[in-house]
């Protein structure tokens, strides 16, 4: 079962937008504050100590400000990513202090990932993404067309990092989406065979192994369907059965995350499985959130211990899940 722990109370205001570790004992959350009011939006980010969850103290920033991406690689090289007054925001933590960078120009950045502190990528909306080499950052070309995007950014633990999005073709009422995945191979970015995908985008990737990579596919019906690499093949993995409508808001290695109404209910109540290599298993919830409506939901796993987190009428929440 997932344990709750402790966060700081939180304006109604907020959206909460990625979580990521870095080992058992080190975690962020980051989002936005001010969504939907007159007051200018500003990012937000939560840190686990050990012991507790808080907010950070971030640099002032000229503009409104939003987090969309955070990534870590040891508890002292944390890297988060949004936008601000039409230019991307780079936030980084040396274990004591954030402070931003500056960057080239981007359309949007939507995610970031980290192969090693000398190695940081943002991709987003456009084709070109961002490359940090340890000095200064670099625009590069990602995407072969201005109409893709990516939304998701993964390392897979060998030097490498895979991107998916999607991209339109066709006009008027032809338009239509179709998948978009890439690699990073250390020195530059390459299309990459996915599995057989009907139309729409890539809205998840994450990776356990350089062979163990999982997929969430976004059709036009705005359903996931879920798909593993292994290393030699791509494999689809039925989606996890539910008594009432599950929608799936995304996948990490052997979890996935979302929400679920009953037939005649319009609340949306948080739903976690875990993958028994054979199947979906539901993790139970603590009694007070399971029969909650939710939002915001999201999820990182380290393997021993995985992170959620939720928004309810109440607050926000943050949940601890560790292996037996």
């Known amino acids: 079962m997932f344990r709750p722990e402790p966060v700081p109370v939180l304006p109604p205001s907020t959206a909460l937008a990625d ?4 080992g058992e004992d080190h975690a962020w959350l980051v989002g936005t504050t001010g969504v939907f009011t ?4 500003t990012p937000l980010v939560l840190r686990w100590t050990g012991d507790t969850w808080h907010e950070e103290p971030l640099p002032d920033l000229p503009a409104p400000a939003s987090l969309a991406g955070v ?3 040891a508890p002292d090289d944390v890297w988060a ?3 601000s007054g039409g230019r991307p ?4 933590y040396d274990g004591t202090t954030w402070r931003t960078l500056d960057t080239p120009p981007m359309t949007w950045a939507k995610a970031i990932a980290a192969v090693g502190p000398d190695d940081v990528h943002v991709v ?3 084709r070109d993404g961002l490359h940090w080499n340890g000095t200064t950052w670099h625009a590069r070309t990602v995407l072969s067309s201005a109409r893709e995007n990516l939304q998701t950014l993964t390392p897979t633990g060998d030097g490498r990092l895979w991107a998916g999005g999607g991209g339109l073709a066709g006009v008027g009422a032809a338009r239509y989406e179709y998948p978009v995945l890439v690699r990073w191979d250390g ?3 390459h299309d990459l065979p996915g599995p057989h995908l009907e139309r729409g985008h890539v809205a998840r990737l994450a990776a356990a192994a350089p062979d163990d990579v999982w997929l969430a596919h976004a059709r036009d019906t705005h359903e996931l369907r879920l798909h593993r690499w292994t290393g030699s093949a791509w494999h689809e993995v039925p989606s996890p059965d539910a008594p009432d409508r599950l929608s799936l808001h995304g996948v990490a290695a052997g979890w996935t995350w979302g929400v679920r109404a009953g037939h005649r209910s319009f609340d949306t109540r948080p739903a ?3 993958w028994t290599g054979a199947d979906w298993a539901p993790v139970p919830l603590p009694d007070d959130l399971a029969g909650t409506s939710a939002s915001h939901v999201g999820l990182t796993t380290t393997g021993a211990t995985t992170w959620a987190y939720l928004k309810t009428a109440v607050g926000v929440h943050v949940l601890r899940h560790t292996a037996p």
């Not at 007159?38 to 939006?41: A, F, L, M």
């Not at 925001?89 to 980084?92: C, D, F, R, S």
């Open 124 to 126: 987003g909306a456009g």
């Open 81 to 83: 990513v949004g936008n």
């Open 89 to 92: 925001l780079v936030l980084h």
């Open 187 to 189: 020195h530059t970015w």
């Open 38 to 41: 007159s007051r200018p939006s």
């Open 272 to 274: 976690f499985h875990r």
């Open 71 to 73: 990534t870590a690689t």
């Open 19 to 22: 979580l990521a570790t870095a």
